[in-house]
């Protein structure tokens, strides 16, 4: 089998996505998301100047060599760009596979060790109340697991936490807006909602937080012990997670569980957090993590140290990666969790999915490869507008540091 051909679709449904097709001399062709928020021509132009090129004429079924080859073969390793678009070719690599065997891409990555994925919804508000609701409806929707995030006094709109019947989308069009954060309101604001949360749901729920990485590793030390009395599934980013040694600080003070890698994209990100056990969860996503043959052994390393997934699964990444993401889970034995935020309803007029929620888990099709379609012809009626997520200021106007 030879790769003939391979082009990248840029879209708009909503949002934007970036989507690689592989085509083939055998009339099997495959997909990868290569969407990387607020960055999205970046990895356009590395796959369409340097990554495309070279894969014409290739034999699409060597997937480890071509990993390698474009990993290694570039000199310049890792990083969000570069990884995104390794993870996109890989992607769609594996879907070519899958069709030519004609089997779902669970089976090529061992078969199944479950028969759905439970996930975790979002709930946001921008005060406690409106918080509270929202998980409550969360729940009533069948979910199993609810992120809560809400605004506070002085901050009604912390980052992710949508305006009042707005969807939840950080990036904004054109260049990024900012943002202001005010750490010590944070701190006491945020056992307050899960006191709230714990009183009103029971302990009936699955109940996560994402700290978006806001605090240093003594301020999240903190945060981790406070919220210890309502048993949290998980605290997200407590910390930026370039300093692996600063999760130290936390596990030391608290046994609250934590996740880390949604901004991560190399199994060398998470060395001292998996060895010396100081996280739960990895959530870097297929899509920004160099694809699944990477992600295949950032999980191996994981299970040594009894560490989960945990994906990142927010509608910037597209209907592709949270296809190949249930495939993942379904498989991989250390599965935790995955984050499940339905797109909305135009996304699904450009892509076609194997993928239904129910009652807490998300469920698979029978489908060879990943699963997922594009419709090239209604991608065209939504085009690219650039768009940017937030910077973030502290109150005093100085730029976040960490
Ligand atoms: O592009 C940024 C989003 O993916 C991010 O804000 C979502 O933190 C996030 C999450 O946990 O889903
Ligand atoms: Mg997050």
Redesign the pocket.
Known sequence: MKITKAKVIVCRPGRNFVTLKVLTDEGIFGLGDATL??REKAVVAYLEEHCIPALIGKDPQNIEDLWQYFYRGAYWKRGPVTMTAIGAIDMALWDIKGKALDTPLYNLLGGKSREQVLVYA?ANGQNIRAAVEAAQARMEEGFKAV?VQSGFPGMSHP??VPGEDED?E??QRGLPVTEYWDTSKYLKSVPRLFDKLRAELGDNVHLLH?V?HRCTPSEAALIAKRLEPYDLFWI??PVSGELQEGLRMIRAQSATPVAIG?VFNSIYDYTTLFTEQLINYF?MPLVHGGGITHLQKVAAFASVYHIRTGF??????SPVNLAASIHFDLAVNNFGIQ?Y?PHQEVVHEVFTVPYRYQEGVLLLDEVPGIGVDIDEEKAKQYPYQMAS?PVNRKSDGTMFYW
Not at 312 to 317: E, K, M, R, V, Y
Request: aromatic share 8%; net charge negative; charged share 35%.
């Open positions: 928020n607020g979002h992120r980052y992710g939840y950080p990036a994402d978006h997200e980013d949604e959530r990142h699964g927010a509608t910037d990444l984050e935020m997520l």
